[in-house]
T-cell receptor
Framework: NAGVTQTPKFRVLKTGQSMTLLCAQDMNHEYMYWYRQDPGMGLRLIHY???????AKGEVPDGYNVSRLKKQNFLLGLESAAPSQTSVYFCASRDPQGRAFFGQGTRLTVV | SQELEQSPQSLIVQEGKNLTINCTSS?????LYWYKQKYGEGLIFLMMLQKGGEEKSHEKITAKLDEKKQQSSLHITASQPSHAGIYLC??????????FGPGTRLSVLP
């Protein structure tokens, strides 16, 4: 049972570099989410999607872009990484009852 | 999220003691979800509450949603070291915008 899979698990970027985080779910869920978690800040919503081809901004969308070309995948992109984007990123998908299922996280460091 | 507040921020209890964590919203909640996160790992779903006055239990954990649906409590009876972690409440704030409280860090001393 794969559930929600995030890749990569760890990454170190230099300031100004770009990268894409991939989230894949095999539960046929419509809703998918990207969060970042920082010490003392809890989980903050970056972007979310309510279905294939749709995306919406969350609480902290600046500096990030997302795409949902396929129902099972939700990509989070950083076009020009900044040290402030050092964080642990979590992806989640939600079932029709509203329960969210999370990936194991991606630990990103921007130097 | 600013929409959800949790208290206390952290909690240290002796094994065997009971404890309560609270989650408060300034708006009516249409669904309140409790999650647990072990350090460095993803979140695990615990319970979902949708009706005012609803109460659910699983093993030694009980969650309640008040009648006005603006506050929820999570109560752990006879805590064990395995209960240690971060407890987060989550809720929809409109249009599937699913946000979380800042979390409560629980330590249980053996």
């Amino acid at each position: 049972n794969a559930g929600v899979t995030q890749t990569p698990k760890f990454r170190v970027l230099k300031t100004g570099q770009s990268m894409t985080l991939l989230c894949a779910q095999d539960m046929n869920h419509e809703y998918m989410y990207w969060y970042r978690q920082d010490p003392g800040m809890g989980l903050r919503l970056i972007h979310y999607s309510v279905g294939e081809g749709t995306t919406a901004k969350g609480e902290v969308p600046d500096g990030y872009n997302v795409s949902r070309l396929k129902k099972q995948n939700f990509l989070l992109g950083l076009e020009s990484a900044a040290p402030s984007q050092t964080s642990v990123y979590f992806c989640a998908s939600r079932d029709p009852q509203g329960r969210a299922f999370f990936g194991q996280g991606t630990r990103l460091t921007v130097v | 999220s600013q929409e959800l507040e949790q208290s206390p921020q952290s909690l240290i209890v002796q094994e065997g003691k009971n404890l309560t964590i609270n989650c408060t919203s300034s708006k009516t909640l249409y669904g309140l979800y409790w999650y647990k996160q072990k350090y460095g790992e993803g979140l695990i779903f615990l319970m979902m509450l949708q009706k005012g006055g609803e109460e659910k239990s699983h093993e030694k954990i009980t969650a309640k949603l008040d009648e006005k649906k603006q506050q929820s409590s999570l109560h752990i009876t006879a805590s064990q070291p395995s209960h240690a972690g971060i407890y987060l409440c989550g809720a929809d704030i409109g249009g599937q915008n699913f946000v979380f409280g800042p979390g409560t860090r629980l330590s249980v001393l053996p």
